[in-house]
C-alpha cells in the first residue's frame, strides 16, 4: 500500500499517512470549501488500510483549526479507529493543543470522551 501525503494549502491541512511506519499524521487548518473532496480520498485510504492484519498505529493530530465539515470527517476518521482498536489494533493517539485556547482543549477532551482508544494531549511547545 503507498503512503498517502497530501502538502497542506491555506485552507487544508497536510496529511502523512504512512502504511509502513503505521504513523498517521494530519495537521494544520482545515477548513476547505469542499470538505468531502479532500476528507474523501483520506477516509478511503484508511479504510483500505485498516482492512489488512491488525497492528499498531500512531495517530498524530495537530489541527489548529477545524471548521464544523472538518470535525465531522475526523470523527468519521476516528469511528473507524475506534472500531479497529476494539477488534484487536493497537491504535494510540496523540493529539496537539494549544493550551491557552479553551474551546480547542474542550474540542478534544469532548472528543476523547467519546473513545475507548488511548488519547494522549501534548501542549504545543510554542
Known sequence: MEPLRIA?????PSVHFDP??????IGGESYPEDSHQFFG????????FLSGAAGRVTVRVDLTYMNTSSTKYMIDILDR??????????????????EDNEREIDTIEELKEDFEMP???IARDW
Not at 20 to 25: G, N, P, R
Not at 41 to 48: G, H
Open 81 to 98: 479507529l475506534e472500531r479497529a482498536h476494539l477488534a484487536g489494533w493497537k491504535i494510540t493517539v496523540e493529539w496537539n493543543y494549544d
Open 41 to 48: 480520498p483520506v477516509v478511503d485510504w484508511v479504510d483500505a
Open 119 to 121: 488519547f494522549t494531549l
Open 8 to 12: 497542506h494549502t491555506k485552507s487544508t
Open 20 to 25: 509502513e511506519s503505521t504513523v498517521l499524521a
